[in-house]
């Protein structure tokens, strides 16, 4: 009788206490990076919902990459908070990517707002940022034994590397999660190019002209020539025109 008592009481969706209970811990700083969620019974009974709703949200939280589990009854063993910062955005970003949840133009926006603001923040920098790590991709691209794909995988790399050059975390888990979709649909424009030679060539002059405008600490600059570089790609191979913002 209790149990079938427990199990009508239990909300449908009861697991998503458990995650509100979580989230307003890390938001107040009772929990942090490094500290353990309490045990599947100390939840239940301290939320009120059963254990199987508690290893439900646990499962959530360790796709969303918040915490990470590991079984057994030692003092290793439990639920511990880590520290990916941006990790559950990115995955779940990516996943709506994989399954074309977001139109390429939006995605195509989204970056000229994220990535206009990353070089002109990266310009003002003060120290200036380290961009060693965008500049070593930009000499792999370098390489003429480079095929279409493996160019564009790298451009990717490249703009994801001045995101976290920025310092920003939550620009760069977005700029993660987006960037299959970037190399994705860079790759679909690939058939509307008719001379991949002075496309690429042009865009290893854009990424340099970028770079160059940051290390003279001149933002104007390094805004304007990122918002051309994703523009003029996207509008060059499968989109209008007229549907990609201007500054």
Not at 26 to 33: E, H, I, Q, S, W
Not at 34 to 50: M, Y
Not at 101 to 106: C, S
Not at 178 to 193: C, D, F, H, P, V
């Amino acid at each position: 009788m209790a149990a079938s008592s427990a199990a009508a009481s239990e909300a449908p969706r009861a697991w998503q206490s458990v995650l509100e209970h979580v989230e307003a811990h890390l938001l107040d700083g009772t929990l942090a990076p490094g500290d353990r969620l309490p045990g599947e019974r100390a939840l239940s009974a301290e939320l009120g919902v059963g254990r199987s709703s508690v290893r439900e949200a646990l499962r959530v939280l360790e796709v969303l990459g918040l915490i990470r589990t590991q079984s057994g009854s030692g003092p290793s063993a439990g639920a511990i908070i880590i520290a990916t910062p941006g990790g559950g955005m990115s995955a779940l970003m990516r996943l709506q990517v994989a399954a074309r949840g977001f139109p390429v133009a939006d995605i195509v926006r989204t970056r000229l707002i994220l990535e206009s603001s990353v070089a002109g923040d990266l310009a003002e920098a003060d120290p200036h940022a380290d961009l060693s790590a965008a500049e070593r991709l930009l000499d792999a691209m370098d390489s003429p034994e480079l095929t279409p794909s493996e160019f564009l995988a790298l451009d990717a790399a490249f703009h994801l590397a001045l995101a976290e050059a920025s310092g920003n975390q939550v620009i760069t888990a977005t700029m993660a999660g987006l960037r299959s979709g970037i190399e994705g649909y860079a790759l679909a424009g690939l058939s509307t190019i008719t001379d991949w030679p002075a496309t690429s060539a042009r865009l290893r002059r854009e990424h340099r002209g970028i770079v160059e405008a940051i290390r003279a600490a001149d933002a104007p600059t390094a805004r304007t020539r990122i918002h051309d570089h994703i523009s003029g790609y996207y509008a060059e191979t499968f989109i209008e025109p007229a549907s990609i913002p201007t500054n």
